[in-house]
């Protein structure tokens, strides 16, 4: 026990490390959204500042210019690490002011990538600059031992730990007690808030990109004269960093602190177990700490992580749709093979890694540009494929091309794996886990010697029908046909990914990637389809990984190296990791590629990850489609057109109302048919096809839904009205499975029986014949309008077909006929309201649940959409609507409800609520006596929306 307790305590240096890393990763989350991965880097900045300042120099960062200038000698420890600091706090405010404030408005995943791209930039100065050793520091602290009876500890590592334990108390403080630290958790809950209170957000951001800074680099300075100054180390030094700052949820200074000692200590066991236990793997524990914690962690806590309440405005790159597929495929395979042909030697190896790292690049294309999930370990993933085909081939006696088949299937189920914590997760939390995966998987497997050979893992060359596919030896060496066998890989692939962002699976992809709980509520798994883009893409990756290993013969764990996977996302991201195109000239740009070869030739080999890191960080400034993006909108742009003359009318409503063919539909079953005429509507009380019973719903101690009860008539439309916050919203989130309500949701079958819901997902609910729209509308922007509507096929039941007349029939009664192959991102208001029906009614619901479809129309609009769902009405689907255009719901809705903080207050047909003293009351906060008609009471945004959408987070899943 005793020696237990002696290594936990050694990892207290190490411990603090960690801790200070993500004490400065909190603090620039907080203040920018920034989740800062180059963090590791800024220690690594201030310790070999420090080191120089020690040695009577000052370092020079800047290529071009001395490394160093003399100083006149050793400025003594307190002024070499202020100096150091205050270096270091200029540094975060240039990042911050040249790459981060542009990006303030931009997703958080784009800030993320930037931050990659800075940390890329760091390790390549440093490494050229520097080298990958550096001075030696002597100790800052004491380094006498410690003795508790046996137990023996280094004092300098106590001292650390204790004095970033003091650092984030009072940086704890200050922000907690001071105007500062108020102005901070101000702008950090709304910018838009704070700018109307007359804070500053930029200003606020740039202090706290100082001190996060500042702290970084002290905890690299501290910890210099323990841990030798090497690059990659310290980079690195970031991932059990990530681990600590996201227990402490990117908002809590001192429970990351917390989780960063623990680690530390944790790793520091995990080096003393493997002599206790033989059994235990002699290397890779401690790269094991930081993902067991994560995953724990998250995947029983499962929470976001603190949302900023920043101001959005930009979005990530589209994904286009590929046209044309069989003769793109055709030109790339003659100039592939023209490419392989006319090179030899260097030049057609670099080739050959352009074509594999092409296949992996398109890996990332899936999961990542289609699905939207930040995969940092696609090259692990890879590598997982490659250690594993020459064992499969040899061991288990599989011959090619079963082999590579059945290790890419292997790496697929890995891929799955790796994908499992997105299932309770999302947004960046998803790229620290790959991340961490990656770390995990090359210590652990790929540079452990109890797994794989010292001398790595011999490949036998591929062959079959007697023919040699491999690389050649010797002056062979690389063979054209090794290079014809890849290119008609990487063809086979680049086809089936355009073919998957043209499927309907694609288009599932893309909705989740958009907005998770729009795809749910239009009846996509988000589950199933995240596990498919994981699956799909670890698949291919794995294909890459084993033609890498044929190119290499014997592989071993430097191709695969964690910072290699992070460079390839970001040549990848850099070339368009949206398109099929942008993993094409991923390839190019990859490590070993035709760029990277001809940078080397022409003696520039050093300069690569900075330019890949500085072009990163244009990119994403500037063309979040990467390279390719240009290319690609140009063609878009050709492709769509202008649009048709008659979008205007089908949106004005001008004559449109009395022309359009009305609607005939048999709910819940896979068929839409439009006829001339709309029959004569009627509904019955006793034909119930949705029923609340007692729904109450609890945010807290705030009930913001109470015991609500009512029905919905076959074929009615039925209004839920109500004051702002009267929990019209979270009613229907209930209804559709986005909110945990006491009560039970009842949902008419197609035989009419009324079976209970609540239990079930959202796309179940969905499935079962459902259908909902958003008051925020929730389109998916870079889809076209039919790609959105098709998405709404997935609400369909199992079993079900649709086929383009039927969807074409919807389009011409709503209207978008003219706009079908337009983005919804350039449609106006009116027709993205129609967009929004149009996708939930693919799924042919018998309920429909449409929240303010009338929100931004005028009042000519406003009845031209009434016509249209008056005209869905008499089909036999019932409309459950809220509404705030009170001209609309009295005009149009056999039934309405009114909620008033989560009660039912009122209930009955228009002429009975216009006349309702409550209602009345209620809206206008007067006695009926001489008030106005609540047509004319029109309130603005429901306020209960907001505080469902915090709640909504996991449901979707």
């Not at 202020?82 to 990042?95: D, K, P, W």
């Not at 079976?755 to 870079?782: K, N, V």
């Not at 993205?832 to 929100?855: K, M, N």
């Not at 009345?920 to 009926?928: F, H, Q, V």
Request: proline residues 5%.
């Amino acid at each position: 026990m005793t020696d237990h307790v002696q290594f936990l305590l050694l990892g207290l240096g190490s411990g603090g490390v960690f801790a200070a890393l993500a004490l400065a990763l909190v603090v620039i989350y907080r203040s920018s959204g920034v989740m800062n991965f180059a963090t590791g880097s800024l220690a690594l900045f201030g310790a070999y500042t420090y080191a120089y300042l020690r040695q009577g120099e000052l370092l020079v960062m800047i290529p071009g210019l001395p490394e160093s200038i003399e100083i006149g000698g050793d400025p003594g420890f307190a002024v070499a690490a202020v100096i150091s600091m205050i270096a270091c706090a200029a540094v975060g405010l240039l990042l911050y002011l040249a790459v981060f404030r542009p990006l303030r408005k931009a997703p958080p995943v784009a800030r993320t990538v930037a931050s990659i791209g800075v940390m890329i930039i760091f390790a390549a100065l440093t490494t050229a600059r520097l080298g990958t050793k550096g001075p030696a520091v002597d100790a800052i602290f004491p380094i006498d031992i410690l003795e508790f009876g046996d137990i023996r500890v280094p004092l300098d590592r106590v001292l650390f730990a204790a004095t970033i334990v003091v650092i984030a108390l009072a940086l704890a403080a200050a922000y907690r007690f001071t105007r500062f630290g108020l102005a901070t958790r101000a702008a950090s809950e709304s910018e838009a808030g704070a700018y109307v209170s007359g804070l500053s957000p930029d200003r606020i951001a740039a202090a706290n990109w100082m001190i996060g800074a500042a702290v970084a680099g002290l905890a690299g300075i501290l910890i210099s004269p323990i841990v030798p100054l090497t690059p990659n180390a310290y980079t690195l030094f970031i991932v059990p960093a990530l681990a600590a700052a996201i227990i402490g949820r990117f908002s809590s200074i001192l429970a990351a602190v917390a989780a960063g000692l623990v680690i530390g200590m944790l790793q520091s066991e995990a080096t003393y177990l493997p002599r206790v236990y033989d059994w235990l793997p002699s290397t890779g524990l401690v790269e094991l700490v930081p993902l067991i914690v994560v995953l724990v962690v998250l995947v029983l806590w499962a929470k976001p992580l603190h949302s900023r309440g920043a101001v959005i405005v930009s979005g990530l790159g589209s994904a286009p749709y590929p046209r044309h597929v069989a003769a793109w495929a055709a030109v790339a395979a003659v100039v592939g093979a023209v490419a392989v042909m006319v090179t030899g030697g260097d030049w057609r190896l670099a080739v050959i890694a352009t074509i594999i790292m092409t296949v992996i690049g398109l890996s990332q294309v899936v999961v990542t540009g289609y699905a939207g999930q930040v995969s940092l370990a696609q090259l692990a993933i890879a590598g997982a494929a490659a250690f594993l085909v020459g064992p499969i081939t040899d061991s288990w006696g599989v011959p090619f091309p079963f082999a590579p088949l059945l290790a890419a299937l292997i790496a697929a189920a890995i891929g799955v794996v790796i994908g499992l914590p997105a299932l309770r997760i999302r947004g960046l939390t998803v790229a620290v886990v790959t991340l961490t995966m990656a770390y995990t998987l090359e210590a652990f497997w790929f540079r452990n010697t109890d797994f794989v050979d010292a001398s790595g893992v011999d490949v036998p060359d591929p062959s079959i029908f007697g023919i040699d596919l491999g690389v050649g030896t010797g002056g062979d060496y690389p063979r054209a046909g090794f290079g014809l066998f890849a290119l008609a890989v990487a063809i086979a692939v680049g086809v089936g990914v355009a073919m998957l962002r043209r499927s309907r699976l694609g288009s599932r992809m893309l909705a989740v990637r958009a907005n998770e709980r729009s795809a749910a509520a239009s009846g996509v798994n988000v589950v199933a389809t995240k596990l498919a883009a994981f699956g799909i893409a670890a698949f291919i990756a794995g294909l890459g990984g084993t033609l890498l290993a044929y190119q290499q013969t014997n592989v071993s764990f430097q191709p695969f190296a964690v910072l290699y996977s992070v460079l390839l996302f970001a040549t990848v991201y850099l070339a368009g990791v949206t398109s099929v195109t942008g993993g094409v000239i991923g390839g190019v740009l990859a490590t070993g590629g035709v760029f990277y070869y001809g940078l080397d030739a022409a003696g520039g080999g050093d300069l690569y990850q900075l330019l890949v890191g500085l072009a990163l960080i244009v990119v994403v400034l500037f063309r979040p489609e990467g390279i390719a993006g240009g290319v690609l909108a140009a063609g878009r742009t050709i492709r769509r057109g202008p649009p048709a003359p008659a979008d205007t009318a089908s949106v004005t409503g001008h004559g449109a109302a009395e022309t359009a063919p009305a609607l005939t539909h048999t709910a819940g079953t896979d068929r839409v048919r439009i006829s001339n005429s709309a029959p004569v509507h009627e509904i019955s009380d006793t034909d119930v096809v949705l029923k609340l019973s007692g729904v109450t719903v609890r945010y807290g101690g705030v009930v913001a839904v109470d015991d609500v009860g009512f029905s919905v008539p076959r074929g009615a439309i039925v209004g839920l009205i109500g004051p702002n916050g009267a929990g019209k919203t979270t009613l229907m989130d209930a209804i559709s499975g986005f909110a945990r309500c006491e009560g039970e949701v009842g949902l008419a079958s197609a035989s009419g029986e009324i079976g209970i819901i609540s239990s079930e997902s959202t796309y179940r609910r969905i499935r079962s014949g459902l259908g909902r729209t958003f008051q925020a509308i929730e389109l998916y922007e870079d889809l076209s309008v039919a790609e959105n509507v098709s998405v709404g096929l997935s609400g369909r039941p199992a079993g079900a077909r649709a086929d383009a007349a039927e969807l074409d029939e919807i389009f011409a009664t709503l209207g978008l006929s003219g706009v079908q192959h337009v983005a919804a991102g350039q449609l106006s208001q009116g027709q993205r309201q129609l967009v929004s029906i149009a996708r939930a009614l693919a799924g042919t619901p018998s309920v429909l649940l449409l929240d303010e479809p009338a929100g931004g129309l005028d009042t000519g609009e406003s009845a031209w959409l009434g016509e249209r769902l008056k005209a869905l009405r008499n089909t036999g689907v019932s409309i459950l609507l809220v509404e705030h255009d009170m001209g609309l719901v009295l005009s149009i809705c056999d039934r309405i409800h009114v909620l008033d903080f989560g009660k039912l207050l009122a209930s009955g047909t228009p002429e009975q609520i216009r006349t309702d003293p409550a209602v009345l009351t209620a809206y206008l906060g007067t006695s009926a006596s001489g008030a106005a008609d609540p047509a004319t009471a029109v309130a603005g945004p429901s306020a209960d929306t907001t505080r469902a959408a915090d709640a909504t987070s996991e449901a979707v899943s």
